[in-house]
């Protein structure tokens, strides 16, 4: 897997040591509710999705340079992988910042160098990425990254708690 680095922010490999800093983030229900899964309910299970969703090579833990914690996750899912459908040789970008960070810009960060590599490296030809319409922030990521609202909404996504809840559809091309 790959390293990729931005001025405040390393992506590497999710590590079995994380799941302390992974559970208190990804217990609060603000992230996995908007995210599109169910908040942690013990550091067993961030050691389990650890151990499993992401265990990978295209799901990053974003560690601050700084601290040398990780406060977000960031990656994408290959067709056959992705929440909406998509072409063969396309992908969709997926990620999250703990609360105590929002607002300061790092996801933008991150999403741009995430873009470069999804088109340099893997060469893909559209990314894709979604967000629940009441999830403006996660728009304006994409957005302010380049990301185009496509004008369709779905709302047969296999998010967490989307049967009533539809998801914004944006691209992204080179
Ligand atoms: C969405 C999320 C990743 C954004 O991370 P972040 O590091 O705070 O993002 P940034 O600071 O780079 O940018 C946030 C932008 O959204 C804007 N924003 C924040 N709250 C907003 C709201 N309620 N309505 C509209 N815009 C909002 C900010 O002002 C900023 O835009 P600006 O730079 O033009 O001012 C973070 O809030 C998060 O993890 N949320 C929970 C999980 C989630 O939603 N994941 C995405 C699933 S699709």
Known sequence: METIETDRLRFRPWRESDAEDLF?????????????????????????VIRTIFSNDHTWALELKQSGHVIGCMGYYPYGESNIEIGEHDAEVGYWIAKPWWNQGLCTEALHAMIDYCFDEKEFDTLWADCFVDNPASGRVMEKCGFRDTGRTNLLSRLYHSQSRPVKIYSCQR
Do not use: C, F, V, Y
Not at 34 to 39: E, F, N
């Open 24 to 48: 208190r983030w990804a217990s609060d229900p603000d992230i996995g509710e908007r995210a599109g899964w169910p908040p942690h309910q013990t550091i067993d299970d961030s050691l389990a």
